[in-house]
């Protein structure tokens, strides 16, 4: 096959047997917006700075069925599950790219926890769960726009309203808007307490 196929040329492999290939999500939303490399650097700054917060990293949380780095619920029988939930919208993200999923969303069975993905699986369900939970375009691109370059309320906006989500008490939403803001804003690091210059403990 010459090196750059041009209509004309005879084609040594029938199209329907060329390899499929697939673009991570975050590579899809980078172009969609323009990101450049500091932009895609942001993105991936962002997703770093959230797993901390929400499980410095780890995978377990015991006291909830939520595992995985981004700590998404999986509890079923009634309960609220949103991996599957999160696993939905991110197909919808590949629908709304018109780009083919990966193999692996396919294989991901009904009874499984975000746990059981690949960390960088677990990342592309963070970034298509966030792209496909805002309604507005114009709101999901200055969001996206604004955490891919550091901004700290674009970052705190859509960790709280499309990742944590609505639960919890007031004062249990209190303290993870302070954790989010120290650990986006830079102030904590991981591994232990911080507190403000109070005394007062963030996490």
């Known amino acids: ?47 770093a700075k959230t797993a901390l917060i929400e499980s410095e990293g780890g995978t377990v949380n015991p ?23 999160g696993m939905n919208r991110l197909r919808t993200s590949y629908d709304l790219f018109e780009s083919r999923s990966p193999d692996w969303v396919s294989e991901v069975e009904e009874d499984s926890e975000a746990g059981d993905l690949a960390p960088e699986h677990q990342k592309e369900l963070f970034f298509g769960n966030l792209f496909s939970r805002i309604k507005s375009p114009k709101l999901t691109e200055k969001l996206f726009r604004g955490a891919a370059a550091g901004d700290l309320d674009s970052q705190v906006r859509l960790y709280m309203d499309y990742h944590h989500g609505p639960g919890g008490t007031k004062e249990q939403r209190r303290k993870a808007r302070e954790r989010a803001i120290s650990i986006y804003g830079g102030r904590y690091y991981g591994g232990g307490l911080i507190r403000n210059p109070h005394g007062s403990r963030y996490i």
């Open 1 to 47: 096959m010459p090196e750059e196929w041009k209509p004309g040329y005879r084609r040594t492999i029938d199209i329907e047997d060329l390899p499929l290939r697939y673009v991570g999500i975050q590579n899809l939303i980078g172009e969609r917006y323009g990101f450049g490399e500091d932009e895609m650097s942001g993105l991936e700054n962002f997703a």
């Open 63 to 85: 006291r909830s069925s939520a595992s995985g780095i981004y700590q998404f619920l999986s509890r079923v029988g009634g309960g609220q599950n949103s991996f599957q939930t």
